[in-house]
């Protein structure tokens, strides 16, 4: 039962199972009601969503340096107690339950769920190859 790592907003995958939003913010101009309707997430996790200021440097990243300097603090703050325990958790969970988890960026190589789906195979997650898995 892979963990699916998906675009928010993207239409579900046949058995994905409920979605995770690890982004920092909700949708704009989407009502609460609306964001499992519309295929954004069930449940909104920001804790394992970077900081303000580092979601900032991943967006303004041009050069593979600056996305390594991204990479490397976004890492920096998932090493963080209260996220290593999110991870755990979440591949633990990987075992037993269809779920997926996501970010609205269209380009998931420069995207913080990238490095995500890094962090979660590190911690033994199982996890789909593509997110049609």
């Given at each position: 039962?892979?963990?699916?790592?998906?675009?928010?907003?993207?239409?579900?995958?046949?058995?994905?199972?409920?979605?995770?939003?690890?982004?920092?913010?909700?949708?704009?101009?989407?009502?609460?009601?609306?964001?499992?309707?519309?295929?954004?997430?069930?449940?909104?996790?920001?804790?394992?969503?970077?900081?303000?200021?580092?979601?900032?440097l991943?967006q303004?990243?041009?050069?593979?340096?600056?996305?390594?300097?991204?990479?490397?603090?976004?890492?920096?703050?998932?090493?963080?107690?209260?996220?290593?325990?999110?991870?755990?958790?979440?591949?633990?969970?990987?075992?037993?339950?269809?779920?997926?988890?996501?970010?609205?960026?269209?380009?998931?190589?420069?995207?913080?769920?990238?490095?995500?789906?890094?962090?979660?195979?590190?911690?033994?997650?199982t996890?789909?190859?593509?997110?049609?898995a």
């Amino acid at each position: 039962m892979p963990i699916r790592i998906v675009q928010l907003g993207s239409p579900r995958a046949a058995d994905e199972g409920p979605r995770i939003g690890t982004v920092r913010r909700p949708p704009r101009g989407v009502p609460k009601a609306e964001f499992a309707r519309r295929d954004y997430y069930d449940t909104w996790f920001p804790t394992l969503a970077p900081s303000l200021e580092t979601m900032k440097l991943g967006q303004a990243a041009k050069t593979e340096a600056e996305w390594k300097a991204f990479k490397k603090k976004y890492r920096a703050e998932m090493a963080e107690p209260d996220a290593q325990h999110a991870l755990a958790l979440l591949a633990t969970l990987s075992a037993h339950a269809n779920f997926s988890v996501g970010c609205y960026c269209m380009d998931e190589a420069r995207c913080h769920r990238s490095v995500l789906r890094e962090l979660l195979d590190e911690k033994g997650a199982t996890l789909a190859k593509d997110r049609n898995a």
